[in-house]
């Protein structure tokens, strides 16, 4: 009888032949391996990724699935690995990081038994392993006790930082946009909505690597597509795509700071990116239906 998945970890592996050894190898060597799932999508690309990941599928059946599809973005990636997560929690992990082991080891076993929907972690970024800064999401909170959202007044966790309830992330029918830049924050708040219990554990867990030629953070990316970053932000708020509010019996609305935070940052920026549309050419809408959060089953 196959072991049941704590955590799945889905690993978007667009042309990263270069990082997903350092990548998987980061997982496969933690004391709680067999307890992880491990999608690995490569999203129509053209080096030798795939034929990396097959091989780390051979020698590790039942915790890696090496995964080909036609290309479709980061979100297209994200949409797959949510429908066929078998694990009870679902976390994100790009093809060119990696995860600190200690703290992947602590996160696993935290989630066996907690009661939490979200769980918020510190994370680590920089260059390579010699040159890592600690990022902290959330400060003041006592580790591992269970809140309710609507008592975190932190600022609003990233999507390195959170590990979602994979029931929870179903029940919020998010499916993020195609061949869109940015999804992070919808991420990020579209399924916090749903969450009833939230934790925070202080070890880091995710290892985000900068600086590397082509990644969508880099200033010379960011300035290229400021367009579909302003978008994907407000889009969120002015197309509908937002969920009504969580209420309380008493008919208040208990959406948390989490969101609220969010919502109201891109709500600011809604006028200027409205501007900045009319001056640029290469700020086209897209289709309303791609940003549809579908009805709960």
């Known amino acids: 009888m196959s072991q049941e998945k704590i955590l799945t970890i889905s690993v978007a592996a667009y042309n990263v032949e270069s990082y997903i050894a350092e990548n998987l190898d980061s997982i496969l ?3 709680v391996r067999d307890e992880i799932e491990v999608l690995v999508v490569d999203d129509g690309g053209n080096d030798g990724t795939l034929e990396i990941a097959r091989k780390y599928e051979e020698q590790y059946p039942g ?3 090496a995964v080909h599809k036609e290309n479709g973005g980061y979100g297209s990636v994200q949409n797959y690995s949510m429908q066929n997560a078998s694990g009870r929690f679902f976390k994100i992990l790009d093809g060119d990081d990696w995860v600190d082991r ?5 996160l696993v076993e935290y989630l066996r038994d907690t009661k939490a929907d979200a769980v918020v972690t510190d994370y680590l970024k920089g260059p390579d392993k010699d040159s890592l800064t600690r990022v902290r ?3 003041n909170y006592k580790e591992g006790a269970l809140m309710k959202p609507d008592s975190v007044h932190s600022r609003p966790a990233g999507m390195w930082s959170l590990t979602y309830r994979t029931s929870v992330l179903r029940k919020s029918g998010l499916v993020l946009p195609e061949h869109t830049l940015y999804t992070d924050r919808i991420y990020a708040t579209i399924p916090f909505s749903y969450v009833r219990g939230v934790a925070y554990l202080g070890d880091p867990v995710y290892c985000y690597r900068t600086g590397r030629d082509g990644q969508s953070v880099s200033r010379e990316s960011r300035i290229k597509h400021i367009a579909p970053r302003l978008l994907t932000g407000t889009k969120t708020m002015s197309s509908g795509s937002v969920p009504t509010p969580i209420r309380s019996r008493s008919g208040s609305c208990s959406c948390c700071p989490h969101l609220q935070k969010t919502w109201t940052r891109s709500y600011s920026t809604r006028k200027k990116s409205k501007r900045f549309q ?3 050419t290469n700020a086209v809408p897209l289709p309303r239906q791609e940003w549809a959060v579908s009805s709960p089953s």
């Open 137 to 139: 999401e959330w400060r």
């Open 29 to 31: 060597i933690t004391d």
């Open 102 to 106: 200690e703290g992947l080891t602590k």
């Open 278 to 280: 009319k001056k640029s």
């Open 63 to 65: 915790i890696i699935r």
